[in-house]
């Protein structure tokens, strides 16, 4: 048995093996490794960043140990690139295969299940030990990008409701403002509610960006699935750490995937005791303020005059020398939603 790193010679085998496995080949990858027996290619994986996709057996090799060594030498590379932990989303009848190789399980919901291999969320929980608060608490998981008047009121409202207030700012980075700035911005802009807790949700917002989709018989579910693994992961393993209740979120009238994210926490959170509240939204010059409107400012050269839409403390990193890569990049056209 000899396991190698496939090149791009190779893709076109690996892609039509997965495939035969009735499994869907994902383009995106930092390693796509196979193991082959008699030089047959009997079993894939690949890993982009710090998750595994794309593992797939022949059916006669199932069973051995060809799923460890393809986990090994991916986890060896993933370590080689500096990750600490892996994760890996399978379907739920495949967990016990990981949890026999040391995968701890996070999330399962009805269709997927999402592990990890190290001691992560050990370590997230165990870093913000300090932070907790008994009581009836609650949460805001929000992106800020950048940190609004709107966020700030949602902010305000939920902590008048609860003992203490945890609002997790999402730590992927791939928003017109980088994470540091807009926990930063968070952190200032709350800074004299003294119930406000300001953490990062570390890698354990399961993000659109990584979770793949090659096990789903209908990739079309996609999204559904990872919003409910996202709200699983939130419910079962971070609010209880917090003492969480309730989480709060923002009216959406306009964005149908933001939308479709609040309609899953009033269906998913109230089964494990957490109350899901939703409310109205801030409005500035009868419309309701969003992040969106601040970087269409930006875009279009107006740095000064929003003062209605976005706390003093943004408003002065919106003029600052530091915050003009920030305009750069948005009046060339980058930045994403939220």
């Known amino acids: 048995m000899v396991t190698d790193i496939l090149g791009s010679a190779d893709s076109a085998s690996a892609r039509a093996f997965i495939e035969a496995q009735g499994l869907a080949f994902e383009p995106g990858f930092d390693d796509l490794v196979g193991v082959f027996e008699r030089g047959a290619l009997v079993a894939v994986g690949a890993r982009e960043r710090d998750v595994l996709k794309m593992l797939a057996i022949a059916p006669a090799e199932r069973g051995g140990g060809l799923l460890g060594a393809l986990v090994t030498e991916l986890a060896r590379r993933a370590s080689a690139a500096g990750h600490d932990a892996l994760f890996v989303f399978t379907k739920p ?4 295969s990981f949890e026999a190789m040391n995968f701890s399980l ?5 269709r997927a299940a999402l592990l990890e291999h190290g001691r992560g969320l050990e370590r997230y929980l165990e870093a913000n030990r300090g932070a907790v608060r008994e009581g009836a608490n609650g949460a805001v998981v929000m992106n800020c ?4 008047l709107g966020h700030r009121h949602l902010v305000e409202e939920a902590a008048r409701r609860v003992d203490t207030l945890y609002v997790f700012v999402v730590r992927e980075d791939r928003s017109a403002f980088s994470f540091d700035v807009r926990l930063r911005l968070v952190r ?4 004299d509610l003294q119930n406000v807790r300001v953490l990062d949700t570390s890698r354990y917002a399961v993000s659109a ?3 793949p989709a090659y096990f789903l018989k209908r990739p079309g579910d996609a999204a559904s699935i990872r919003l409910d693994l996202d709200l699983l992961l939130f419910a079962q393993r971070i609010a209880p750490f917090f003492h969480v209740r309730r989480r709060f979120f923002g009216t959406e009238p306009d964005c149908a995937v933001t939308r479709a994210y609040a309609d899953g926490m009033h269906r998913v959170l109230p089964a494990f005791g957490i109350e899901a509240v939703e409310i109205a939204r801030k409005e500035a010059r009868g419309v309701a303020i969003s992040a969106s409107r601040v970087r269409a400012a930006l875009r279009d050269g107006h740095v000064d005059g929003l003062e209605d839409i976005v706390p003093e403390t943004t408003a002065a990193f919106l003029r600052s020398d530091e915050a003009r890569g920030v305009r750069e990049r948005l009046r060339a056209g980058g930045g994403r939603h939220a």
């Open 93 to 96: 009848e495949c967990v016990p």
């Open 106 to 110: 996070l999330a399962s919901g009805g």
């Open 145 to 148: 990008n950048p940190f609004t």
């Open 188 to 191: 200032e802009g709350t800074r």
């Open 209 to 211: 960006v990584t979770f």
